[in-house]
């Protein structure tokens, strides 16, 4: 078994070090699954290449002082956490360096300033999962929960350390629920979706309910504090089943925010850091009172709603029309439709010309899913040349995707006329290699 020294991490948590050269000097490089900076390993190539090699942990040689022992009996065939042997804090050291090597490598920009990380608890966070489920008829079980590590199969899990307590106690009797129902060949996934004082679980059915299925989730939920919804087609088919009103909402109290959602509706998974990023975002969007403020891919109004607490007028724009309906009917449940309003368009195809029709905005939030917002970020470039003046003076952007925050950063700094004030990451998913950060860019010219 070949030896290596490993020198950092990649974005897959994959342990990062280089063969040597004949001269010695650094040669192809080999990633290494679960192995730590620090660390000497032996290891066993799986697939190989001119300029890399994967390969997988043999003998551990010489331990980091940042290993630590997994919590959870599944780690390392699970695929839904990848860094459980690394100490919390050094996960969150190394997502900043992520984020740093992103914006120097693809941006071509480095932040004024680095911010200190937001993380929070690192067990029990997850409040929205999505539970595959599968019947093994070779093995005789049932099987709910997260697939295997680069698999198709679903792990066979009896405990999860990142799903609420209540909810990881729930596996195995969720297993005897599913066997004894009817459609137990038509049952692929579970959502779970977690409120306040409430614990949704939609059952994605490829077919009706069959005699007797109906009284055994009633039962269940009964027994476990459960509301069912049921899916029998997309996500907006998804429907309460028992109880018949069940509804969801969660809180952003800083702001005096209740905001309702539905359980197959995108929210942050890990509430508590979502109330932190939301209350930062906005300390740092610096918002005054006789502002307007245009949010972008606002969704629901995670943040269209706080900022309305605050300023004068705001703008949420989001590509659904569905959700500027509901984030319009969020905004007047909370006393805000005055302040608010909702636009629906498409962000990846947004030009200069409609941020001339929208006027000035003192100030962006802009909030984009993995793909960013390159097509926002060349609108504001072309804004240079025709309407200088409507270019926001700052923009806060929040990113779950480091690669295209890097992309959009190099954008708005290198041809926009921004400077890129700040950067930090977020541990919205501790344990996990997703890294989610926030940029703040201040108009210099």
Sequence with gaps: MNTIKIRSLDIDARGVGHLENEDGTPGKVVFVEGALPGETVGYNTYRKKTSWEAATMGALVKESSQRTTPKCPHFGVCGGC???????????AMKQRVLEDNLGHIGKVKAEMLMRPIYGPTWGYRYRARLSVRNVHKKGIVLVGFHEKKSRYVANMETCEILPPHVSQMLMPLRDLITSLTIIEALPQIELAIGEGVTAMVLRIMQPLGEGDEAKLRAFADQY??????????????????????????????????????????????????RVLVARALRLLDVQKDERILDLFCGLGNFTLPIATL??????????????????????????AAK??????????????DFVQLAYFDRFLIDPPRDGAMAVCQALIDLKEIAPHLRPKRIVYVSCSPSTLARDAGMLVNQGGYALSRAGVVNMFPHTSHV??????????
Aim: aromatic share 10%.
């Design 82 to 92: 990848s860094m459980q042997h690394l100490d919390a804090s050094a996960q969150v």
């Design 225 to 274: 504090q459960v509301h069912w919804w049921l899916q029998t087609a997309g996500p907006d088919s998804a429907a309460p089943f028992y109880p018949a009103d069940s509804a969801l909402h969660y809180l952003l109290p800083e702001f005096g925010v209740r905001m309702p959602f539905k359980p197959t509706d995108f929210t942050q998974v890990n509430h508590q850091i979502n």
């Design 311 to 336: 300023a004068r007028e705001v703008v949420g724009i989001e590509g659904s029309a569905s959700l500027t309906e509901r984030a319009l009917e969020n905004a007047r449940a909370n006393g805000l």
């Design 340 to 353: 608010v309003s909702f636009a629906t368009r498409n962000l990846f195809e947004a030009k200069a010309d």
């Design 436 to 445: 989610e950060s926030m940029a703040v860019f201040d108009l210099v010219n």
